[in-house]
């Protein structure tokens, strides 16, 4: 690694953990009430058990907490004397750290296409996980089935940084959920969503604020276009129910072949709303035929004819202008799926399966705890990747680079703590371990999102 390498992967590293100070964690926790007066467990302290135990609050037993703090912090506390600190206003403390680090500017982006940079200046994907809960936590988190917590993430996909961090219970309505994005949004974003959060008012906010947006239609919704041949008062007014007629799309489906696509310029999409937008219907392949049959006969949920008749069809809808032709809409549709391995990587490295009764504040500790380790990791993650990107044309997969960030990011606490500094040892064993450990394995072209983006570092 060159000198000047190494001196910019530094600044990169520092601008992200700036934050994580002893002082300034203290002054967090003091202002939540977590902290009232000197005591031997202070706030960093506290961070170090979260990262020793990959933020297991609830999986690890208070005995063991109550060990890790003696062997790595040389601070002897009794378990029930954790226990305690396990409260309300640790949750306040976790909840400022949260964000504190979601608004920390970064300094890597993916240099896009000039044909999406006249656009996009962010690209914004949103989704929600849900984790299970013990059974007797039901009534203050209800879910569809039992206890549980939904958390609702969105990331920019450029940067990699996120934007909103949030719990609810598990029966919130995503769709619901998705307006209260509505007052960050500015002209050149372009959001992209699933079906969950389809909010005709929240597509139509987003359009007269300048904003894009990419998302699937409900199959079961009235598509309009508009009629050319409108009926007539007597008076020469036209007969208002005529303005528009109804499409059936399936009847369109039938008529395309496999793996085709069909635009709209213009439709309009609701019975009531008549929202105007474009609209794009792709036929499946048989294979993805077969793969969605399989799907909906183990899917819990009954659906009604009509909407079975869409079942070998993907239909979007955007107010991209037609300069983006209907097949890169698709593809940047597919960036989707960028947050779902985002998802997989916090459930395959952090540990959230629940086998005992705890308290409800132990539970949002833990569940906070893991959250902000999380998104240090994935951004942490994500920063290195667009750097070894830009400085060595080596790519890493961000799934492998959550696992290996979460065994240096304890050594960086330290060397922070130690040295009021990262040292060069430890960010070069990190920049390492990435371009080692961590290398992306190339998948299909048509799926590669830089190639979808026209990124092109070579």
């Given at each position: 690694?060159?000198?000047?390498?190494l001196?910019?992967?530094?600044?990169?590293?520092?601008?992200?953990?700036?934050?994580?100070?002893?002082?300034?964690?203290?002054?967090?926790?003091?202002?939540?009430?977590?902290?009232?007066?000197?005591?031997?467990l202070?706030?960093?302290?506290?961070?170090?058990?979260?990262?020793?135990?990959?933020?297991?609050?609830?999986?690890s037993?208070?005995r063991?907490?109550?060990?890790s703090?003696?062997?790595?912090?040389h601070?002897?506390?009794?378990?029930e004397?954790?226990?305690?600190?396990?409260?309300?206003?640790?949750?306040?403390?976790?909840?400022?750290?949260?964000e504190?680090f979601?608004?920390?500017?970064?300094?890597y982006?993916?240099?896009?296409?000039?044909?999406?940079?006249k656009?996009?200046?962010?690209i914004?994907?949103?989704d929600?996980?849900?984790h299970?809960?013990?059974?007797?936590?039901?009534?203050?988190?209800?879910?569809?089935y039992?206890?549980?917590l939904?958390?609702?993430?969105?990331?920019e996909?450029?940067?990699?940084?996120?934007l909103?961090?949030?719990?609810r219970?598990?029966?919130?309505?995503d769709s619901?959920y998705?307006?209260?994005?509505?007052?960050?949004?500015?002209?050149?974003?372009?959001?992209?969503?699933?079906?969950g959060y389809?909010?005709?008012?929240?597509?139509?906010?987003?359009?007269?604020?300048?904003?894009y947006?990419?998302?699937?239609?409900?199959p079961?919704?009235?598509?309009y276009?508009?009629?050319p041949?409108?009926?007539y008062?007597?008076?020469g007014?036209?007969?208002?129910?005529?303005?528009?007629?109804?499409?059936?799309?399936?009847?369109?489906?039938?008529?395309?072949?496999?793996?085709s696509?069909?635009?709209?310029?213009?439709?309009?999409?609701?019975?009531?709303?008549?929202?105007?937008?474009?609209?794009?219907?792709?036929?499946?392949?048989?294979?993805?035929?077969?793969?969605?049959q399989?799907?909906?006969?183990?899917?819990?949920?009954?659906t009604k004819?009509?909407?079975?008749?869409?079942?070998?069809?993907t239909i979007?809808?955007?107010?991209?202008?037609?300069?983006i032709?209907?097949?890169?809409?698709?593809d940047l549709?597919?960036?989707?799926?960028?947050?779902?391995?985002l998802?997989?990587?916090?459930?395959?490295n952090?540990?959230?399966?629940?086998y005992?009764q705890?308290?409800?504040?132990?539970?949002?500790?833990?569940?906070?705890?893991?959250?902000?380790?999380?998104?240090?990791?994935?951004?942490?993650?994500?920063?290195?990747?667009?750097?070894?990107l830009?400085?060595?044309?080596?790519?890493?997969?961000?799934?492998?680079?959550?696992?290996?960030?979460?065994?240096?990011?304890?050594l960086?606490?330290?060397?922070?703590?130690?040295?009021?500094?990262?040292?060069?040892?430890v960010?070069?064993r990190?920049?390492d371990?990435l371009?080692?450990?961590?290398?992306?394995?190339?998948?299909?072209?048509?799926?590669?999102p830089?190639?979808i983006?026209?990124?092109?570092?070579s």
């Amino acid at each position: 690694m060159k000198r000047t390498d190494l001196d910019e992967w530094k600044l990169l590293m520092e601008q992200l953990y700036k934050l994580f100070s002893p002082d300034m964690l203290d002054s967090w926790a003091k202002e939540s009430g977590w902290i009232k007066r000197k005591r031997k467990l202070d706030a960093y302290s506290f961070l170090h058990i979260l990262l020793y135990h990959c933020g297991n609050l609830a999986g690890s037993s208070l005995r063991e907490l109550s060990l890790s703090l003696e062997e790595t912090c040389h601070i002897s506390m009794t378990p029930e004397a954790i226990n305690q600190r396990l409260n309300k206003e640790l949750i306040v403390f976790l909840k400022k750290c949260l964000e504190h680090f979601i608004q920390t500017k970064l300094n890597y982006q993916l240099p896009i296409s000039d044909e999406l940079q006249k656009f996009c200046e962010r690209i914004r994907i949103i989704d929600a996980t849900i984790h299970s809960l013990p059974s007797d936590l039901k009534e203050t988190f209800p879910g569809v089935y039992r206890a549980e917590l939904k958390c609702q993430l969105e990331y920019e996909f450029l940067t990699g940084q996120f934007l909103l961090a949030d719990w609810r219970n598990g029966k919130e309505n995503d769709s619901l959920y998705g307006k209260y994005r509505l007052e960050t949004v500015s002209p050149g974003d372009l959001f992209i969503q699933d079906l969950g959060y389809f909010h005709l008012p929240t597509f139509k906010k987003i359009d007269e604020t300048g904003g894009y947006f990419v998302s699937r239609v409900r199959p079961d919704c009235s598509i309009y276009t508009g009629n050319p041949n409108p009926r007539y008062h007597a008076d020469g007014r036209v007969v208002k129910s005529s303005f528009y007629q109804k499409e059936s799309l399936a009847e369109h489906l039938e008529q395309m072949e496999r793996g085709s696509i069909r635009e709209w310029e213009e439709v309009f999409v609701g019975y009531d709303y008549k929202f105007p937008t474009r609209l794009i219907l792709y036929r499946h392949t048989e294979e993805q035929d077969k793969s969605g049959q399989y799907k909906r006969k183990h899917s819990r949920y009954q659906t009604k004819e009509h909407v079975r008749a869409l079942d070998g069809a993907t239909i979007i809808m955007t107010n991209l202008p037609d300069i983006i032709p209907a097949e890169k809409v698709m593809d940047l549709y597919r960036l989707r799926w960028q947050i779902e391995l985002l998802f997989k990587g916090w459930k395959s490295n952090f540990p959230t399966t629940f086998y005992k009764q705890i308290k409800e504040e132990r539970v949002l500790c833990h569940f906070f705890a893991h959250l902000l380790l999380f998104l240090i990791t994935a951004t942490t993650t994500y920063q290195a990747r667009l750097f070894l990107l830009e400085q060595s044309r080596i790519e890493i997969s961000i799934q492998k680079g959550i696992s290996v960030a979460l065994r240096f990011i304890r050594l960086m606490f330290e060397s922070i703590k130690k040295y009021t500094k990262l040292t060069n040892g430890v960010l070069k064993r990190f920049h390492d371990a990435l371009c080692k450990h961590a290398l992306k394995t190339k998948g299909p072209p048509e799926k590669d999102p830089l190639i979808i983006l026209g990124v092109n570092y070579s």
